[in-house]
């Protein structure tokens, strides 16, 4: 997932294919940085909030990425 302001700069810098593919681990947790580098740049996500979404045969996690990173 990604937060309004994520989306605006993942649509402007051409990486909603990049980020639809991503696989992160569990291991990330909230306030992580993921540097994504595309087209000879890097773009820093963070990450703003874990969410998990249980069901009653299967659960799986959210993960949601805000840019830009805030408080580094």
């Not at 402007?12 to 595309?38: N, R, Y």
């Not at 949601?64 to 990173?69: F, G, I, K, M």
């Amino acid at each position: 997932m990604l937060t309004g302001s994520a989306r605006i700069h993942a649509g402007k810098a051409g990486l909603d294919g990049a980020l639809q593919t991503l696989s992160l681990s569990a291991e990330c947790q909230t306030g992580d940085v993921i540097s994504l580098s595309a087209s000879g740049a890097s773009h820093d996500f963070s990450v703003a909030r874990r969410r998990w979404i249980v069901e009653t045969d299967a659960s799986r996690l959210e993960i949601t990425l805000d840019y830009p990173v805030r408080g580094r």
